[in-house]
C-alpha cells in the first residue's frame, strides 16, 4: 500500500441502506470505497481488485460472510473487520475462527469502525524494530545473525543486520517478518504475526488477554477477550499446539 495512495475498502453488506451509508461515511474520511450486496459478488470483486482491508456482513444471501472469509483467506492475508448484526456469540466464534482479524457489532458508530479499520491497517503494515543480536549459539529463545544477503544489505544507504529468534524448531526472522517452522515458511495474517512476534518479545512470561489486545490489538481500552483466545487458536494451528502455553486464570505465555 503507497503512502500516497488512497486506503481501498471492500464492503460486502446485503442491506442496501446500511451498504451506502457505510460507503459515504467511510468515503469522507478519505477511503476509496468498493461495494457489493452478496457473498460471490464480494469474492470476485476481491479476486479482480486490490483491497486493503475487507468489511463483511455475517448474513449474506448465497455465500454468507463467514465462508467469504474463508475463501478470502485461502489466497490472502487482507486484513478483514466481520459485521454482526447481533453480536451473538456464535458469529463472533465463526467468523474469527475463519480468519477474520476483529469484528463489530451493528449498528457500528462511525467513529468506532474508522478507529478498528485504523487499527487493523496499522497491523498489517507495521515494522518492528530488530531484536538484539545474541553471539551465542542458537538456542531456546536465543538469536543468531543471519548471514549477510543483497536483497536486505541496502536500505536508505544504510547496513542492516537481520536476526532470528529460535523456540525450538520455531524461527522468526524478526527484520523479514518471516517465521519458520522446522525449516518450512509459515504463512501468518497480520494479526497472527503480531501475536507472536509480542509473544517472541517476551518469552516465558504470562502475558494477560487485556494486555494483548492493547499492544496487539491497539485497543485503547479493554475489548472483547474472545478475539485474542480465536487468534491464539489460529496460531497455535500453524506453529505447534504446544508452543504457546495456557495459564489458567492469568493468560498465554511462548514456551522458551
Given at each position: 500500500m503507497s503512502a500516497s495512495a488512497p486506503v481501498t475498502i471492500l464492503i460486502v453488506e446485503d442491506d442496501e441502506v446500511i451498504?451506502?451509508?457505510?460507503?459515504?461515511?467511510?468515503?469522507?474520511?478519505?477511503?476509496?470505497v468498493t461495494v457489493a450486496g452478496d457473498g460471490l459478488s464480494g469474492l470476485e470483486l476481491f479476486r479482480t481488485g486490490h483491497h486493503d482491508l475487507l468489511l463483511l456482513d455475517v448474513m449474506?444471501?448465497?455465500?454468507?460472510?463467514?465462508?467469504?472469509?474463508?475463501?478470502?483467506?485461502?489466497?490472502?492475508?487482507?486484513?478483514?473487520?466481520?459485521?454482526?448484526?447481533?453480536g451473538d456469540a456464535l458469529d463472533v466464534v465463526s467468523g474469527l475462527e475463519a480468519g477474520a482479524d476483529d469484528y463489530v457489532v451493528k449498528p457500528v458508530d462511525t467513529a468506532v469502525l474508522v478507529a478498528r479499520i485504523r487499527s487493523l491497517l496499522r497491523r498489517a503494515t507495521f515494522a518492528p524494530a530488530p531484536a538484539p543480536v545474541d553471539p551465542v549459539a542458537p538456542a531456546a529463545g536465543s538469536t543468531v545473525r543471519l548471514p549477510d544477503r543483497p536483497d536486505h544489505l541496502e536500505q536508505g544507504g544504510q547496513h542492516h543486520q537481520r536476526t532470528r529468534l529460535h523456540?525450538?524448531?520455531?524461527a522468526i526472522d524478526t527484520a523479514g517478518l518471516e517465521v519458520y517452522r522446522a525449516g518450512e515458511l509459515v504463512a501468518l495474517a497480520p494479526t497472527e504475526l503480531r501475536l507472536l512476534l509480542e509473544f517472541a518479545a517476551h518469552p516465558g512470561i504470562v502475558l494477560d488477554r487485556q494486555s494483548l489486545l492493547r499492544n496487539v490489538w491497539d485497543y485503547g481500552w479493554d475489548g472483547d477477550t474472545r478475539v485474542v483466545?480465536?487468534?491464539v487458536q489460529r496460531l497455535r494451528k500453524k506453529i505447534g499446539a504446544d508452543r504457546i502455553e495456557t495459564v489458567r486464570g492469568f493468560g498465554y505465555k511462548l514456551r522458551r
Open positions: 451498504r451506502r451509508s457505510l460507503a459515504m461515511a467511510l468515503e469522507r474520511y478519505g477511503y476509496r449474506l444471501p448465497g455465500l454468507d460472510g463467514i465462508g467469504l472469509c474463508r475463501r478470502i483467506r485461502e489466497t490472502s492475508t487482507d486484513p478483514i473487520l466481520m459485521m454482526s448484526a447481533r523456540f525450538g524448531d520455531l483466545d480465536l487468534c
